[in-house]
């Protein structure tokens, strides 16, 4: 079954660091998609991208956040200047169209800022 | 305001049938998903509800109106292994999520 990579699993950096986060998405699909999940706290979304450029994003995705997919298979989150409060899990998902049939979500990236 | 509201936490038997109820509000509807979530993974997909009834998978089944803005997850013949966090979400071109419902189930 297709399936939504994303490295690393783990990243602990140190505030004021950039990180980028990666994802594959599922070869077909069109839309794709970044959540954040604070530990014990709702999934929350962050911004869906669609034909090489943002189609929705959330309040939280302020100008820290940038997503690029550089090439034909690469989707990746890039945070500039990490704080404390950027500690969470980060989900990848990919669609074929928006709101059918699910979204297949990756395993996950947990960022640690320290 | 967008708004989804399920019980924070339900205890059930072993063996036994538990629902798990949503209600929502939101400006836009594309569609209701759950999905199951274990602790430090990854939401993974149940099912999907767009038009009103009942969809069955399984021991699974999810319930939509669309009228009244509610939804419901029903488990069958409950396993250990379905404890975890069942998640609602409302499709509005983006997932809109509920903070989910911990299942706690007893031998």
Known sequence: EPEVTQTPSHQVTQ???????RCVPISNHLYFYWYRQIL???VEFLVSFYNNEISEKSEI????????RPDGS???LKIRSTKLEDSAMYFCASSASTGIYGYTFGSGTRLTVV | GQNIDQPTEMTATEGAIVQINCTYQTSGFNGLFWYQQHAGEAPTFLSYNVLDGLE??????SFLSRSKGYSYLLLKEL???DSASYLCAVSDYQLIWGAGTKLIIKP
């Open chain 2, 79 to 81: 396993q250990m292994k």
């Open chain 1, 74 to 76: 690469n989707f990746t």
């Open chain 1, 40 to 42: 014990g706290q709702k």
């Open chain 1, 15 to 21: 505030m004021g660091q950039e990180v980028i986060l």
């Open chain 1, 61 to 68: 995705f302020d100008d820290q956040f940038s997503v690029e």
């Open chain 2, 56 to 61: 069955e998978k399984g021991r699974f089944s």
